[in-house]
């Protein structure tokens, strides 16, 4: 790859960078590129991306982003694969690759603009989807509603029965 090569795909992935607020570090020495392919695969699937590059590159890529918070951490083979929006989904997703795949391990990541450790990664892996929690908050929003709703037509009811008991 020559210089202006190189500074295109710095340039690209600078501007794909800006608009991130999450991202993984991944170590993937040792997977086979059988491996890497069908994991490319799975991220692309949902709409992810994973890209291999330099370290070098990586960080003047990463410069005037959130992602150069991570700047320290490009060290040895590093990929980094990001998700635009759902980035409890896409952790769950390279949590369950990394158990089937125990050389694909995580180095660190970048969580709503904040650095998270291993450890954050596989908390927020563990985490219920997004629209498992949602559902969850509809059901807390309903349940007061349907208990008011129960409490009210109580009286007509309780009335509907005493009448119901009353010989004709």
Same mark, same amino acid.
């Given at each position: 790859m020559n210089k202006v090569e190189k500074q295109q795909t710095?340039?690209?992935l600078n501007e794909q960078f800006k608009v991130l607020d999450s991202a993984f570090l991944i170590n993937y020495e040792g997977v086979k590129v059988v491996d890497i392919t069908d994991i490319r695969n799975k991220i692309r699937g949902i709409d992810g991306s994973y890209v291999v590059l330099k370290n070098t590159l990586a960080k003047r890529a990463a410069?005037?982003? !959130?992602?150069e918070?991570?700047?320290s951490f490009f060290q040895g083979p590093t990929a980094v694969a990001y998700h635009p929006k759902d980035v409890v989904g896409f952790?769950?997703?390279l949590t369950e690759i990394g158990k089937s795949n125990p050389k694909f391990e995580?180095?660190?990541a970048l969580v709503e603009g904040k650095v998270a450790s291993v450890s954050e990664i596989k908390a927020l892996a563990s985490m219920p989807s997004r629209e498992v929690m949602l559902s969850k908050l509809v059901f807390l929003l309903k349940a007061p509603l349907q208990q008011l709703a129960t409490v009210l !037509?109580?009286?007509l009811r309780d009335l509907s029965?005493?009448?119901k008991q009353?010989? !004709?």
């Open positions: 710095v340039d690209s410069k005037g982003t !959130k992602l918070q991570l700047d952790a769950k997703l995580f180095k660190a !037509k109580a009286p029965l005493t009448l009353v010989p !004709k």
